[in-house]
C-alpha cells in the first residue's frame, strides 16, 4: 500500500461494463476531474485517443447505454497528476491535428475531383440568406445601417473593390505540393498543417459571397428563423435595450473581420450578420428571434418515435422553458452587459425547445440533438465560381494528394492499428502512461499493468488487476439507480415482477438499438440462464418469423432475431452483455 499524500489529486481508471455490439468486451477509460480519455475504434482499422467531458461521457455510456462503471480511485501528488494529465492531453491534440491533415488532403481530393456538390465542398454560413426575398423593414434598416458604417471605415466602393480583388485572387490560386514536414507524422510529435489550395479557395469564396450578401441587401431565409409564442420569449424595453447594445458590439465586430487579412473569417463573418438581423427582426417585434442553430447532420426521430416516447419529451420541453426563463432573467439584468457567447447559449436552449416544441405539436419528426452556438446553414459551392485549372494542372495536382493520401493512411496504420490483443482500450491507456519519464511508483505500476497480468489486456481483467492501492467502486447503469429508487419506495416484489422482463418495465422501452428480449439478466445472476434460456427461445422465435418475412421486411426481422440469439448465448454461462438501452434521456443540468 502506499502512503497517503499531502496535498493529493485523485485520478480515476474506469471499467465500463460490457454491452452490445462493438462493447461486448467492455470498455476503460483514464478520468482527471472533468476530462475523460478513452481510445476507440474508428474506420479504417485504427484506434484514435478521444477526449470526453466527464458528463457527457457519464451520460453517454452510463445512461443512454445503461453500463454501469467499476472505477478506480488513485491519489498522487500535484505534481505528478498533472504531468500524467498534460500527457494524454498532449497525445489527443497531436492525434486531432494529424486527423486534420487527413481531411485537408481529403478536402483537396474533393475539390480537385470537379465534385461541386460533395458536402465538404459546402460554403459554410451562405445558407442562412434568402437572395431573391424582400427584406423586412427592421432588417432593410439594419442592412442600410451596415452598408453606411461600410462606407465611412473603408470607403466608398469598400464592396464592389474587394469583390472584384477576391475574384482576381481565385484565379491565380493553384494547388502547389506540400512541404514534407506536414506529410510525416510520429507518435508524440505535431505535424503542421499547410494553408492548402481547397481551403484557401473556399475562404475566399466564402467571403465573396458574403460581400455580395451585403451588397445585394440580402434577408435572412425565413425558414432559418423563428420566435416561439410563450410569454417567456416577449421583451421588456430594458431588454431590448440590451439587444440593441449586443448588435452594435456585433456590428463592430463583423467590421472588423471585413478587414481583416486572416484567412477564414467568410463563415464567421456570415453568423456574425445573421445573428446581425435576427436581433434586427427581434428589436422590432420585441420578442426574442432565434436562428436555427442546429447542425445539418443533426440526427432525427420519426412521428412514430415522437409519438411512442410522447411523455419523455413533453418533460424534456416543459424543462426547457424552465431553464429558458432561469437563463433569460441572468443574462437580462441591468448590471449586467449581453456577450455574443451568453446570447448563443440561449439561442441554443431555444432551439432546444422550439424543435420539441414543434414536432409534438405537430405530431412530426424533429432533430433530437446537434444545436450549436452558431448557425451554419451551408450552400453547394457555387458552379461559377468553380477553379478554373487546366486539365493538366488538376490531373498532376489530384494524382499528388491521391499520393499523400495513401502515404499518410499507411503512416496511421503503423502507427495506430487497432489489435485485439496488443492494441485495445486497454493496452493503449497503458502504453500512453508507460512513455511518460516518471519517477513515481504508482504510475510505473499501472504503467507495466499488462507485462505483469496476462488478463491485464481485457477491460474486465485490467480492472481487476489493478493494486489494493487504489479505492474501488461501482457506479450503477441508469436502469439500476432506477431500481435502487423503486426498491426503497415500493414493495420489493411487487417490484421485482414488474421490472424483470421488457413488457412490463416501467422506464425501458424496446428500441432499435437493443437485440430483441424479453427479460433482464443483468442483475440477477443466478437466474440469468434460465432467464437466458427464455430469451434465447424468443429471439429463436423472431428469426423464424423473420425467415417466412423476408419478402415483406428484406430480413430485417430474421437479422434482428440472430442477433437476440448471439445475444443470449452468453447468459447461459452466466455472463451478461446485454443490458438495454435508453432512448432520448435528457441530460442533468
Given at each position: 500500500m502506499?502512503?497517503?499524500?499531502?496535498?493529493?489529486?485523485s485520478?480515476?481508471y474506469?471499467?465500463?461494463?460490457?454491452?452490445e455490439g462493438?462493447?461486448?468486451?467492455?470498455?476503460?477509460?483514464?478520468?482527471?476531474?472533468?476530462?475523460?480519455?478513452?481510445?476507440?475504434?474508428n474506420?479504417?482499422?485504427?484506434?484514435r485517443?478521444?477526449?470526453?467531458?466527464s458528463?457527457?461521457?457519464?451520460?453517454?455510456?452510463r445512461?443512454?447505454?445503461?453500463?454501469?462503471?467499476?472505477?478506480?480511485?488513485?491519489?498522487l501528488?500535484?505534481?505528478?497528476?498533472?504531468q500524467?494529465?498534460?500527457?494524454?492531453?498532449?497525445?489527443?491534440l497531436q492525434?486531432?491535428?494529424?486527423?486534420?491533415?487527413?481531411k485537408e488532403?481529403?478536402?483537396?481530393?474533393?475539390i480537385?475531383s470537379?465534385?461541386?456538390q460533395?458536402?465538404?465542398?459546402?460554403?459554410?454560413?451562405a445558407?442562412?440568406?434568402?437572395?431573391d426575398?424582400?427584406p423586412?423593414?427592421?432588417?432593410?434598416?439594419?442592412?442600410?445601417?451596415?452598408?453606411e458604417q461600410i462606407?465611412?471605415?473603408y470607403g466608398?466602393?469598400?464592396?464592389?473593390?474587394?469583390?472584384?480583388?477576391?475574384?482576381?485572387?481565385?484565379?491565380?490560386l493553384?494547388?502547389?505540393?506540400?512541404?514534407?514536414?506536414?506529410?510525416?507524422?510520429?507518435?508524440?510529435?505535431f505535424?503542421?498543417?499547410?494553408y492548402?489550395?481547397?481551403?484557401?479557395?473556399l475562404?475566399t469564396?466564402?467571403?465573396i459571397?458574403?460581400?455580395?450578401?451585403?451588397?445585394?441587401r440580402?434577408?435572412l431565409?425565413?425558414q432559418?428563423y423563428f420566435s416561439?409564442?410563450?410569454?417567456?420569449?416577449?421583451l421588456?424595453q430594458?431588454?431590448?435595450i440590451?439587444?440593441?447594445?449586443l448588435?452594435?458590439?456585433l456590428?463592430?465586430n463583423?467590421?472588423?473581420l471585413?478587414?481583416?487579412?486572416?484567412p477564414?473569417?467568410?463563415?464567421?463573418a456570415?453568423?456574425?450578420?445573421?445573428?446581425i438581423?435576427?436581433?434586427?427582426?427581434a428589436i422590432?417585434?420585441?420578442k426574442l428571434?432565434f436562428l436555427?442553430t442546429?447542425?445539418?447532420?443533426s440526427?432525427s426521430i420519426?412521428?412514430?418515435?415522437?409519438a411512442?416516447y410522447?411523455?419523455?419529451?413533453?418533460?424534456?420541453?416543459k424543462?426547457a422553458l424552465s431553464?429558458?426563463?432561469q437563463l433569460?432573467?441572468e443574462?437580462?439584468?441591468?448590471?449586467?452587459?449581453?456577450?455574443?457567447?451568453?446570447y448563443g447559449?440561449?439561442?441554443?436552449?431555444?432551439n432546444?425547445?422550439?424543435?420539441r416544441?414543434?414536432g409534438l405539436?405537430?405530431?412530426?419528426?424533429?432533430?433530437?440533438s446537434?444545436?450549436?452556438?452558431?448557425?451554419?446553414?451551408?450552400?453547394?459551392?457555387?458552379?461559377?465560381?468553380?477553379?478554373?485549372?487546366?486539365?493538366?494542372?488538376?490531373?498532376?495536382?489530384?494524382?499528388?494528394?491521391?499520393a499523400?493520401q495513401?502515404n499518410?493512411d499507411?503512416?496511421?496504420?503503423?502507427?495506430?492499428?487497432?489489435?485485439?490483443?496488443?492494441?485495445?482500450?486497454?493496452t493503449?491507456?497503458?502504453r500512453?502512461?508507460?512513455?511518460i519519464?516518471?519517477?513515481?511508483?504508482?504510475?510505473i505500476e499501472?504503467?507495466?499493468?499488462?507485462?505483469?497480468?496476462?488478463?491485464?489486456?481485457?477491460?474486465f481483467?485490467?480492472?481487476h488487476?489493478?493494486?489494493?492501492?487504489y479505492?474501488?467502486?461501482t457506479l450503477?447503469?441508469?436502469?439500476?439507480?432506477?431500481?435502487?429508487e423503486?426498491?426503497?419506495?415500493?414493495?420489493?416484489?411487487?417490484?421485482?415482477?414488474?421490472?424483470?422482463?421488457?413488457?412490463?418495465?416501467?422506464?425501458?422501452?424496446f428500441?432499435?438499438?437493443?437485440?430483441p428480449f424479453?427479460?433482464?439478466?443483468?442483475?440477477?445472476?443466478?437466474l440469468?440462464?434460465?432467464f437466458?434460456?427464455?430469451?434465447?427461445?424468443?429471439a429463436t422465435?423472431?428469426?423464424v418469423?423473420?425467415?417466412?418475412?423476408?419478402?415483406?421486411d428484406?430480413?430485417?426481422?430474421l437479422?434482428?432475431?440472430?442477433?437476440?440469439?448471439?445475444?443470449s448465448?452468453?447468459?447461459?454461462?452466466?455472463?451478461n452483455?446485454r443490458?438495454?438501452s435508453y432512448?432520448?434521456?435528457?441530460?442533468?443540468?
Open positions: 502506499f502512503a497517503p499524500l499531502l496535498s493529493a489529486k485520478f480515476d474506469i471499467y465500463i461494463a460490457a454491452s462493438n462493447a461486448s468486451g467492455g470498455h476503460t477509460a483514464l478520468r482527471f476531474d472533468n476530462e475523460t480519455y478513452h481510445f476507440q475504434y474506420d479504417g482499422g485504427i484506434i485517443l478521444v477526449k470526453d467531458s458528463t457527457d461521457f457519464d451520460f453517454q455510456y445512461f443512454l447505454e445503461n453500463r454501469t462503471f467499476h472505477q478506480a480511485s488513485l491519489d501528488n500535484e505534481k505528478d497528476y498533472e500524467l494529465h498534460n500527457h494524454f492531453n498532449l497525445r489527443f492525434q486531432k491535428q494529424q486527423d486534420a491533415i487527413r488532403i481529403d478536402l483537396n481530393i474533393e480537385l470537379n465534385r461541386a460533395h458536402p465538404q465542398l459546402n460554403i459554410q454560413g445558407g442562412l440568406f434568402a437572395n426575398a424582400v423586412l423593414e427592421a432588417e432593410s434598416l439594419t442592412i442600410y445601417r451596415l452598408q462606407k465611412q471605415k466608398a466602393a469598400f464592396l464592389t473593390n474587394s469583390t472584384q480583388q477576391l475574384n482576381a485572387e481565385i484565379k491565380t493553384r494547388p502547389e505540393p506540400w512541404p514534407k514536414n506536414s506529410l510525416q507524422f510520429s507518435e508524440g510529435t505535424s503542421s498543417i499547410p492548402s489550395f481547397a481551403s484557401h479557395y475562404d469564396v466564402s467571403k459571397l458574403l460581400l455580395q450578401a451585403i451588397q445585394n440580402s434577408s431565409d425565413q432559418f416561439p409564442e410563450q410569454s417567456v420569449f416577449k421588456s430594458s431588454e431590448v440590451q439587444l440593441k447594445s448588435q452594435q458590439l456590428t463592430h463583423l467590421l472588423t471585413l478587414g481583416s487579412r486572416r477564414g473569417w467568410g463563415s464567421a456570415f453568423a456574425l450578420y445573421a445573428r438581423l435576427s436581433l434586427a427582426i422590432d417585434s420585441r428571434v436555427d442546429f447542425r445539418e447532420s440526427p420519426s412521428d412514430v418515435e415522437v411512442r410522447k411523455t419523455k419529451f413533453l418533460s424534456q420541453q424543462q431553464r429558458i426563463f433569460k432573467a443574462l437580462f439584468t441591468p448590471t449586467n452587459a449581453l456577450t455574443e457567447k451568453a447559449e440561449l439561442e441554443m436552449l431555444g432546444y425547445y422550439y424543435e416544441e414543434r405539436q405537430n405530431k412530426q419528426d424533429f432533430r433530437i446537434g444545436e450549436q452556438l452558431l448557425a451554419t446553414k451551408s450552400i453547394p459551392l457555387p458552379t461559377g465560381l468553380y477553379p478554373r485549372l487546366t486539365e493538366f494542372q488538376r490531373e498532376t495536382s489530384l494524382a499528388r494528394f491521391e499523400y495513401i499518410i499507411q503512416q496511421m496504420r503503423s502507427l495506430y492499428s487497432y489489435d485485439l490483443f496488443t492494441r485495445n482500450c486497454v493503449e491507456i497503458i500512453t502512461i508507460s512513455q519519464p516518471t519517477n513515481n511508483k504508482q504510475i499501472l504503467s507495466q499493468l499488462t507485462s505483469e497480468d496476462l488478463i491485464a489486456f481485457i477491460p481483467g485490467s480492472f488487476s489493478l493494486s489494493d492501492a479505492s474501488k467502486q450503477p447503469s441508469f436502469r439500476h439507480q432506477q431500481l435502487q423503486m426498491y426503497r419506495e415500493e414493495n420489493n416484489a411487487l417490484v421485482f415482477f414488474r421490472e424483470f422482463n421488457t413488457l412490463s418495465a416501467s422506464d425501458y422501452k428500441n432499435d438499438q437493443d437485440a424479453l427479460i433482464f439478466t443483468d442483475d440477477n445472476i443466478l440469468r440462464p434460465i437466458g434460456s427464455i430469451n434465447l427461445l424468443a422465435t423472431i428469426s418469423y423473420g425467415g417466412l418475412a423476408i419478402p415483406f428484406s430480413g430485417k426481422a437479422k434482428d432475431g440472430a442477433m437476440g440469439i448471439l445475444m448465448l452468453p447468459e447461459l454461462a452466466f455472463f452483455i443490458k438495454g432512448k432520448h434521456l435528457i441530460a442533468a443540468d
